[in-house]
């Protein structure tokens, strides 16, 4: 099978993005409870700022501080991810009754784990509108911006955690040459 077979055929629709076959993959039944078990003394965990923390250290120093050094296995996922393997149950319910867990003296929002930083890249933004201050209003009416990326069309926002999350909304630009009191876009 060829590449084109797998992508299917592009042609011209009505919508200008063409008709394109979708390839249907089946994956037959399989018995995964052996996974399911061999995972089951595993703790997977994440750092809050892993450009600041250091994931090798984590994975050497958090052991000798549960005091199991010499029965788990850590390894480093990437993205700041993590996983312990622990040889018994035992020590995972122990650890997991310790939290909650801080390392490297890093401090948490007072809020935590309320407030949660996202990036957010705006769609559909006429590039006349591409600017900090409209940028910024846009984060601030949805959280608290502290960072705009102008070069990639998103800024850094903090949500509250305990909001629920709003996926879809309409941004109104009032005045403006072009745009006097319209709806201009929608962002999904």
């Given at each position: 099978?060829?590449?084109?077979?797998?992508?299917?055929?592009?042609?011209?629709?009505?919508?200008?993005?063409?008709?394109?076959?979708?390839?249907?993959?089946?994956v037959?039944?399989?018995?995964?409870?052996?996974?399911?078990?061999?995972?089951?003394?595993?703790?997977?965990?994440r750092?809050?700022?892993?450009?600041?923390?250091n994931?090798?250290?984590?994975?050497?120093?958090?052991?000798?501080?549960?005091?199991?050094?010499?029965?788990?296995?850590?390894?480093d996922?990437?993205?700041?991810?993590?996983?312990?393997h622990f040889?018994?149950?035992?020590?995972?319910?122990?650890?997991?009754?310790?939290?909650?867990?801080?390392?490297?003296?890093?401090?948490?929002?007072?809020?935590?784990?309320?407030?949660?930083?996202?990036?957010?890249?705006?769609?559909?933004?006429?590039?006349?509108?591409?600017?900090?201050?409209?940028?910024?209003?846009?984060?601030?009416?949805?959280?608290?911006?502290?960072?705009?990326?102008?070069?990639?069309?998103?800024?850094?926002?903090?949500?509250?955690?305990?909001?629920?999350?709003?996926?879809?909304t309409?941004?109104?630009?009032k005045?403006?040459?072009?745009?006097?009191?319209?709806?201009?876009?929608?962002?999904?």
């Open positions: 099978m060829t590449q084109g077979h797998l992508i299917g055929n592009v042609g011209n629709g009505k919508s200008g993005e063409g008709n394109r076959k979708r390839l249907k993959i089946y037959p039944h399989f018995d995964n409870s052996g996974l399911i078990k061999g995972y089951s003394k595993n703790l997977i965990g750092c809050m700022y892993p450009e600041e923390q994931v090798k250290a984590l994975l050497v120093m958090l052991p000798k501080i549960w005091k199991v050094e010499d029965r788990v296995v850590g390894a996922l990437g993205l700041g991810k993590f996983q312990f040889e018994k149950e035992e020590d995972l319910v122990a650890i997991l009754e310790m939290q909650p867990y801080h390392f490297d003296y890093w401090r948490m929002a007072k809020d935590f784990p309320s407030e949660i930083p996202f990036w957010i890249k705006l769609e559909g933004i006429p590039t006349e509108f591409w600017s900090t201050p409209i940028f910024q209003s846009i984060g601030d009416a949805i959280g608290e911006t502290t960072d705009v990326d102008l070069d990639y069309g998103k800024m850094r926002v903090i949500l509250d955690g305990r909001k629920e999350l709003c996926f879809d309409t941004v109104d630009f005045g403006g040459e072009f745009y006097e009191g319209e709806e201009a876009l929608s962002l999904s």
